[in-house]
């Protein structure tokens, strides 16, 4: 199985990993990764639910993710699910 890769700066190989999933069970909606993902790939998503509103993160927009993990690394509850792209 090949996947896709690239090169550093420094020329060392890169595999990017975009995101897949994001666990519903672990978010806690904080939105950091929002916040830090620059290119618009995750959103907020209300649930409701009895008597309260909670706020988890989905992946809107999966097209745009270039690979770069930030939202992952910035998860305190390492809610994230990525996968590499096979050539």
């Given amino acids: 199985m090949a996947y896709l890769t690239g ?8 595999t990017p990993k975009f995101v897949k999933s ?3 069970e672990r978010c806690i909606g904080c939105g950091r990764c929002i916040k830090i993902c620059a290119h618009g790939v995750l959103a907020p998503k209300e649930v409701d639910e009895e008597e309260s ?3 988890f993160v989905t992946v809107a927009n999966p ?5 770069c993990e ?6 305190k509850k390492d809610s994230f699910t990525f996968e590499a ?3």
């Fill in 7 to 14: 090169l550093t700066r420094g020329k060392r190989a890169w």
């Fill in 22 to 24: 994001i666990d519903d």
């Fill in 53 to 55: 509103a909670k706020m």
């Fill in 63 to 67: 097209e745009d993710c270039i690979g």
């Fill in 70 to 75: 930030a939202c992952g690394r910035t998860c």
């Fill in 85 to 87: 792209l096979v050539a």
